[in-house]
């Protein structure tokens, strides 16, 4: 009787931790971790930072997701995206002024327009295909009117090193398109209108 009562505390302690991690997180939060793709160390390399992909956590009936552009554009479960990463670790950013319902639901309704599309290996800006920080970026200034960052040119990045430059000779071949518009999880996460709060 003891260890049914023992069990019973700690399942209801877990379902506690559980609720309260859920309700901490919001639709609209920016969430980041280092990717095991095959890309993911030429874009470390190339912006200079750990982080590689990154997506937006929306909630959905008290369960979280992740809208991320990987291929194709869906929908992850929390969790499962979470466990991808390198080390399960992650950092959770958010808009410094709290976003109400409604805005979240305008987020929601732009991001999910995306949805299906392939992911785009050439970082292009068009609407064809869509890369990770892209359809965040997008998200925020095409439904709140939110730039959270300055673009950039791709040949604003760091192609010195020889495993970029491999990349690009593979996906460009001579014609590396240097005037691209793009926006990189780095400059995401230094937003000076993002705070992190996990």
Known sequence: MRQLIYKLF?????????HTYAIQLQ???????TSKST??????LATHSPYSHMGMVVNKNGKLWVLEAIQPVKYTAFQAWVKRGVGQKYVVKRLHK???????AALVQHAEKYLGKPYDIYFEWDDQAIYCSEIVWKAYKHALGIELAPLARLKDFDLTHNKVKSLMQQRYGQRIPLQE?????????????????Q
């Open 27 to 33: 639709t609209g939060d920016i969430i980041f971790h």
């Open 10 to 18: 700690y399942l209801i302690l877990f379902l506690s931790c559980s």
């Open 39 to 44: 890309q993911s160390q030429v874009i470390q």
């Open 98 to 104: 709290a976003l109400n319902v409604q805005q979240q």
């Open 181 to 197: 518009q793009v926006i990189s999880p780095k400059a995401l996460f230094d937003s000076k209108l993002l705070k992190t709060i």
